[in-house]
């Protein structure tokens, strides 16, 4: 299959570094709130690379569930593959591919697990299904087949068929504090627009256009 000619010339409007927000998460929910105004499949799902000590890189989607001024929170097995990465290496990158709408966001920063408080309480709202599967899953581990994960769910239901499920103590979640932020809109003749946020180390917030 010849893939060469696969291209599309983007017809984006064009992005001025005055059209942005002062603030890098009010410019980001800017945008996811377009993302989800536009009826983007799944405008939360983000790529999440991480590395371990040795620096082998590894990648994968997750579900954005929460962010504010503090970071981007996702949730996870503290046994999985990545979570195992974290703790030999929390530098991490996030991607929001938003193909549809021509536009990316790219996210440095440097992860640590939330309170489990914080992920209780989210926790609790996820459906009841959910929170089984969060239960029967050793995440990333080797299994022989399908059958043996719905046998787990079949005793975890008759474990919990009264009342409310706990959180597991192997499950959580992690907040992203990024160090940079990365805004890039789709132009024609690949010229895109791109800007990058820096923080310095009084925290505050600088931005440069980047060349495409």
Not at 92 to 105: A, G, H, K
Not at 189 to 210: M, N, P, Q, V
Request: glycine residues 6%; positive net charge; proline residues 7%.
């Amino acid at each position: 299959m010849d893939i060469k000619g696969f291209r599309k010339d983007y017809k984006s409007p064009v992005l001025q570094k005055h059209m942005l927000h002062p603030d890098p998460f009010k410019q980001f929910e800017l945008w996811f709130n377009d993302a989800c105004n536009k009826n983007i499949a799944e405008p939360n799902a983000m790529s999440l690379a991480t590395a371990n000590a040795a620096g082998h890189p590894s990648l994968r989607t997750v579900l954005l569930k929460l962010f504010d001024m503090n970071g981007f929170v996702f949730f996870t097995n503290y046994k999985s593959r990545k979570a195992k990465e974290l703790a030999e290496n929390p530098h991490v990158s996030l991607l929001f591919p938003w193909i549809p709408l021509e536009r990316q966001v790219t996210v440095i920063g440097v992860a640590a697990k939330v309170s489990p408080a914080e992920s209780a309480r989210y926790f609790a709202g996820r459906p009841r299904e959910s929170q089984l599967g969060a239960w029967i899953s050793n995440q990333s581990s080797i299994i022989t087949s399908r059958n043996l994960l719905l046998a787990e769910l079949e005793k975890a239901k008759n474990k919990f068929l009264q009342g409310e499920i706990p959180l597991p103590d192997f499950w959580g979640g992690y907040r992203v504090e990024p160090q940079s932020i990365e805004f890039w809109q789709g132009r024609t003749s690949r010229l895109h627009d791109r800007f990058l946020y820096t923080k310095d180390e009084a925290g505050l917030w600088t931005i440069d256009r980047l060349a495409p």
